[in-house]
């Protein structure tokens, strides 16, 4: 923690009164996530992402399970996502953009992985922060009060979180991978998320699959168990299972 205030003060050149107020927000809220670690240990978990195969789903028949949504998967709730246990954002443009309609009563906490703390009125926010080599490189960070490792998409910010949650059996939806021009996500996008995705997520397609790939390795050794539960794209390097029979009820 004292090389994160050092850090707060040098890079970003923030003051030091502030930084020290800074450095109390961020021993409360490591304090908050080290409560959390294995908390779940043995469950089974599904993480949402946004992609438009999710409209294919009956998402009510999640209501039982433990759930993570990222970005703006608040707005699943046009397509029957009622509530997620979890979310998780680490776009600071989105975030800059939309977070005048962040609903944060749809999760029971939300965590953002980003460099800095973001301000924002929740008492259910979490911070997970990132300044170490990307998941290609090997690496997964199985105590999330450490820095995260990144991977180009917030669906290995998700994975981390919930490996240190104790989640062993993990289910990925709506993550396809499969960023033709103008594909969006299932509740819509802004012109500003087309943008990113089509000068961005195409470019980065093929690190955010690789990045799974280390993940799903590592997780493996460790007895965690990873499949792919959407109805449609490309995320077949993990095991593809039918979301109506795993999911019915």
């Given at each position: 923690?004292?090389?994160?205030?050092?850090?707060?003060?040098?890079?970003?050149?923030?003051?030091?009164?502030?930084?020290?107020?800074?450095?109390?927000?961020?021993?409360?809220?490591?304090?908050?996530?080290?409560?959390?670690?294995?908390?779940?240990?043995?469950?089974?978990?599904?993480?949402?992402?946004?992609?438009?195969?999710?409209?294919?789903?009956?998402?009510?028949?999640?209501?039982?399970?433990?759930?993570?949504?990222?970005?703006?998967?608040?707005?699943?709730?046009?397509?029957?996502?009622?509530?997620?246990?979890?979310?998780?954002?680490?776009?600071?443009?989105?975030?800059?953009?939309?977070?005048?309609?962040?609903?944060?009563?749809?999760?029971?906490?939300?965590?953002?992985?980003?460099?800095?703390?973001?301000?924002?009125?929740?008492?259910?926010?979490?911070?997970?922060?990132?300044?170490?080599?990307?998941?290609?490189?090997?690496?997964?960070?199985?105590?999330?009060?450490?820095?995260l490792y990144r991977g180009h998409t917030v669906m290995v910010y998700a994975l981390q979180?919930?490996?240190?949650?104790?989640?062993?059996?993990?289910?990925?939806?709506?993550?396809d991978l499969d960023f033709k021009r103008g594909a969006g996500h299932a509740y819509g996008?802004?012109?500003?998320?087309?943008?990113?995705?089509?000068?961005?997520?195409?470019?980065?397609?093929?690190?955010?699959?690789?990045?799974?790939?280390?993940?799903?390795?590592?997780?493996?050794?460790?007895?965690?168990?990873?499949?792919?539960?959407?109805?449609?794209?490309?995320?077949?390097?993990?095991?593809?299972?039918?979301?109506?029979?795993?999911?019915?009820?």
């Open positions: 923690m004292l090389k994160f205030l050092c850090y707060l003060i040098k890079r970003h050149k923030i003051a030091p009164e502030n930084a020290l107020e800074r450095f109390a927000d961020a021993l409360q809220n490591e304090a908050a996530i080290k409560a959390l670690h294995n908390a779940y240990a043995g469950k089974r978990c599904v993480l949402i992402g946004g992609a438009p195969s999710l409209s294919q789903l009956d998402l009510s028949l999640l209501k039982n399970e433990y759930t993570f949504t990222v970005g703006r998967g608040y707005r699943l709730k046009e397509k029957g996502l009622k509530h997620s246990t979890f979310h998780v954002l680490s776009d600071v443009q989105g975030f800059t953009e939309f977070q005048n309609e962040i609903d944060w009563t749809f999760s029971d906490m939300t965590f953002f992985a980003s460099c800095l703390p973001i301000k924002a009125s929740s008492n259910r926010l979490r911070f997970c922060y990132y300044r170490r080599p990307l998941m290609t490189d090997g690496f997964f960070q199985t105590d999330v009060t450490q820095p979180i919930a490996y240190f949650l104790g989640f062993r059996d993990i289910y990925f939806i709506g993550v996008s802004s012109a500003g998320e087309q943008y990113r995705q089509q000068t961005l997520s195409v470019r980065q397609q093929a690190k955010m699959r690789r990045a799974l790939v280390c993940a799903a390795r590592f997780l493996k050794r460790r007895g965690c168990r990873l499949y792919n539960a959407s109805p449609a794209g490309c995320l077949d390097c993990i095991e593809r299972v039918s979301f109506s029979e795993v999911f019915h009820g």
